[in-house]
Structure formats: C-alpha cells, structure tokens
C-alpha cells in the first residue's frame, strides 16, 4: 500500500523551495481547476514564485474564479523554470497531458496530491486519500494543518472545487469535515448564493442543444437498471462544442429512479472513445470495471480512454457492467 507523505513534510518541502508549477489533468473540472488555483494563490501569499498550468487551459464555465487568468496552456507556457511541479486532482501521470509533462520536465521534485483510489502515488512526495469527496478539500485541510494563508481566491476556489465535485454536497462521499469546511469558508466571507449562481447558472445555449441530442441517444436495459447515451464527433462539431460543455451531463441520466449505473460514450476523434461512469451502489464498482479497459476513478465516478469505434466500446463496456450486476445479485 502507499505510503502517503504527512502535511508536514509536504510544508517542508515547499517552504524549502522558491518556484513552482501547480497542474491538472487535461480537460480540467471543478476541483482540478479550483484546486490550483487555491493552493497556488496560497504559495503565492507566502511569496513563492508559481505558474498556473493545465494542458487543455482553464474551461470557460470556471473563468469566473478571480485568477483564472493565471492559467496557461501548457504548450503556450514560455519560460517555465521552476524547482517543484505539484500535480492536483491527477489520477495518472500521464492524465497531466503530453504539453504539461514536457513543460514541468525540468522540476526537480514532483508533489502529487489526489482523491483518486486508482492513483498509483507516481510523485517523489504523495499524498492520496481515497475518502476525500475531492482534491480542493484536501488542499483545505493542508492549508489548516500548516497555518498557511487562505485568501479570498483559495476560498470560493475551495468551494468551487468541493461543491463541483460532491455533487452540490449530495454524493455519497461528502462527510461531516466537509459541511465543517464549508461552514468555515462561509465565516471566511464567502456568499454561497452568487458563487452557486456563476457555477450553476451561467451556461451556454448549445449546452441545452447538446442535452437535446444526447436525450435522442438515450437507451437503458430492460430492467432499468442500466442506463446510457452517446455523443458523437459530428454533433459536437455541428454545435460547436467544447470539452467544457459535456461536463457533469451524465448527472441527468444518473438522477433517474431504479438506476444503478449510468454511462456516457463520446467520440473523441483519432478513433478513441471517452467513456464516463456513474455507479449509485458499491456493489457496482466503477473504478474496478474502467480498470479492466485501462481506465480508473473512484467507487461511484470513474472513466476510460479506449479505442474505437463508439460501437464496439459500447458493447465491451456494458458487457462488463452488466458482469458485475450478476456478480453482485443485482441482475
């Protein structure tokens, strides 16, 4: 089993150090993107030098955190001369992306903090706790254990990447620390109704179009108990999506009654296929059954990159799935 680094050697570390890159995984989320951002304004406050980097850039939906300007495209970053590269919210090293490891190359320590259970700990310091609902919420209790400063950008970056990834706090993996966490950040000055408010209700109109023709994909097994859509390269390209647009759609599928696992398939080009999955029962776990396909996550949330066509992922994927309702007595 891996052996986590403590909060303190990880404070040593950094307090040993001058300059740093803080990254995430390609096609960033909530937490990937909130969690940079708040534990790089945090260096920053105890005067550390920090490049903000991600390979696919920071998505619109997020570019209302005060700092997200900070974030580069990896393979537009000049100049990246840093000492420490701190990976967040990256279950894989190469989920960093191709750009973003050829850009921290050159650091001399590689921290890698994370909530993934499928995390290998490919750091030279790690710390993966499988039990936190997310990555921001880990950096919080960092930051507490070493009396670091929290600003008003960690803050609503903290919660932001919390709330994105709990589900608005409704997961099954959000805890009593989190409500506490989210309490404190409230006392710290946050005003839960207009951060909620810019990370709820300020999408695109081609999102609504992307909902429609997903729900034309829609099928489920005959007992209900498996559910699915697609999304393929020609509607994304003939609604002029982004990566953004599809994230946390899958929720809608996951949210009907009788549900046990829900699964998106989308084309990606190049003949690969990103599968999503979404379990409601550890009896069904959906990191165990992306691991057949190369793939990995959490319990309840895992994914997979895998070769095409969309078809033949399909039917690997389900095949699967329904292997492990029989295995566990639930078909």
């Known amino acids: 089993m891996l052996e986590n680094a403590t909060f303190t050697q990880i404070g040593e570390a950094i307090d040993a150090h001058q300059s740093f890159a803080v990254v995430s995984h390609v096609r960033p989320d909530g937490d990937a993107i909130g969690s940079i951002l708040a534990l ?65 190359k050159g650091a001399k320590l590689l921290i ?27 950096i919080y209790d960092l930051l507490m254990a070493l009396d670091w400063p929290i600003s008003g950008i960690t803050r609503d970056s903290i919660y932001v990447a919390v709330s994105t990834d709990t589900g608005s706090f409704q997961y099954p993996g959000t805890t009593q620390r989190t409500y506490e966490m989210a309490a404190d950040l409230v ?40 559910v699915w859509w697609d999304l393929r390269l020609s509607t994304k390209e003939e609604l ?7 994230e946390g759609l899958i929720d ?37 059954i992306c691991g057949v396909f190369g793939g990995g ?9 895998m070769s095409g066509p969309l078809e033949d992922a399909r039917e690997k994927v389900l095949a699967e799935i329904r292997k492990a309702m029989v295995q566990a007595e639930l078909s």
């Open 240 to 246: 002029g999506l982004v990566d953004d647009d599809t």
């Open 40 to 104: 790089g304004h945090a260096l920053e406050q105890l005067g550390k030098s920090v490049r903000y980097l991600n390979n696919d850039g920071c998505p619109e939906s997020l570019t209302f955190l005060p700092g997200s300007e900070k974030v580069e495209i990896s393979a537009d970053a000049e100049d990246v001369d840093i000492e420490v590269a701190i990976t967040l919210d990256t279950a894989a090293h190469s989920r960093v992306g191709e750009d973003s490891l050829e850009a921290i």
């Open 112 to 138: 890698n903090i994370d909530h993934h259970i499928s995390n290998p700990g490919y750091g030279d310091l790690n710390y993966i706790d499988s039990n936190s609902p997310a990555t921001g919420q880990i």
């Open 297 to 305: 996550g959490h319990a309840l949330a895992a994914g997979i990159r």
């Open 187 to 226: 006392a710290r000055g946050l005003n839960v109704g207009e951060i909620n408010q810019l990370t709820y209700d300020n999408q695109p109109y081609r999102r609504v179009e992307l909902m429609r023709s997903l729900l034309n994909t829609l099928d489920r097994s005959d007992d209900g108990l498996l």
């Open 252 to 288: 809608f599928i996951r949210a009907v009654g009788g549900v046990v696992v829900a699964v998106f398939f989308e084309e990606l080009g190049g003949d690969k296929i990103r599968v999503s999955m979404r379990s409601k029962d550890r009896k069904i776990n959906a990191s165990d």
